[in-house]
Nanobody, 124 residues
């Protein structure tokens, strides 16, 4: 299995910056991609940014140009640099990792692991 531990987060004023970190351990070689999601109270958990093992990235329209996702493949640590934060960015941010694992009989099984969540609050 893959275990994810998040760090960072906190409270900032609008226009401020934060950086979230997500450290993966376990079967890290089986990870194909990692991503950041966020969930505001009463709302669905939405994809914020995604990065593949090769470094290809994608972003939700709401954060494009302000957030940057990156990954250090050497230690499977993922980061989300958040700049020019807005009140609507307030949410619990979750890191995730997905990939494939093979059972003893050679059957591939997809998996997804989640971090514990990090609160990000943006308010005046």
């Amino acid at each position: 299995q893959v275990q994810l531990v998040e760090s960072g987060g906190g409270s900032v004023q609008p226009g401020g910056s934060l950086r979230l970190s997500c450290a993966a351990s376990g079967s890290v070689s089986a990870i194909n991609s990692m991503a950041w999601y966020r969930q505001a109270p009463g709302k669905e958990r939405d994809l914020v940014a995604d990065i593949t093992k090769a470094g290809l990235t994608s972003y939700a329209a709401a954060v494009k140009g302000r957030f940057t996702i990156s990954r250090h493949n050497a230690d499977s640590t993922m980061y989300l640099q958040m700049n020019n934060l807005k009140p609507e960015d307030t949410a619990v941010y979750y890191c995730s990792a997905e990939g494939l694992k093979w059972s003893d009989d050679g059957v591939p099984t997809a998996f997804r692991s989640w971090g514990q969540g990090a609160q990000v609050t943006v308010s005046p």
